[in-house]
């Protein structure tokens, strides 16, 4: 799924779905961030344009395994516009007990055309 050689942090195919999709969150120095006191996680994906694709949170496909955001894809999630191009990903983690909020943005692009 994701091309470590890419520009991309995210990249995913139009209509993938079925498998679990890891997203590492880093420090800003680039260590592995401690994402275990957090126990709400919401995804925004949008257009280059600000326009949101989808959004999900952690009561529905996402789960907190530190130091990874694990994204359950659904196909109403990956088919959620006819689009193909970048994308901006937005992921917040939150606490229920304190106001604690990490917020981290990922580049990303979705491909329309599906290799066979």
Known sequence: MTNTQSIYDIEYV??????????GIKNDDGTDA?????DGAQMTVSKSD???LFTI??????AITSPNI?????PEETEASDYDGKI???IELTTST???RMTKIFTGFVYKNQVP
């Open 34 to 38: 401690d994402i275990s006191a957090f």
């Open 50 to 52: 600000d326009t949101v």
């Open 98 to 100: 304190t106001k604690k």
């Open 70 to 74: 694990v994204w359950d894809m659904q």
């Open 88 to 90: 901006k990903v937005q």
């Open 57 to 62: 949170n952690h009561t529905n496909h996402l």
């Open 14 to 23: 139009f209509g993938e779905f079925g498998d679990d999709y890891l997203i």
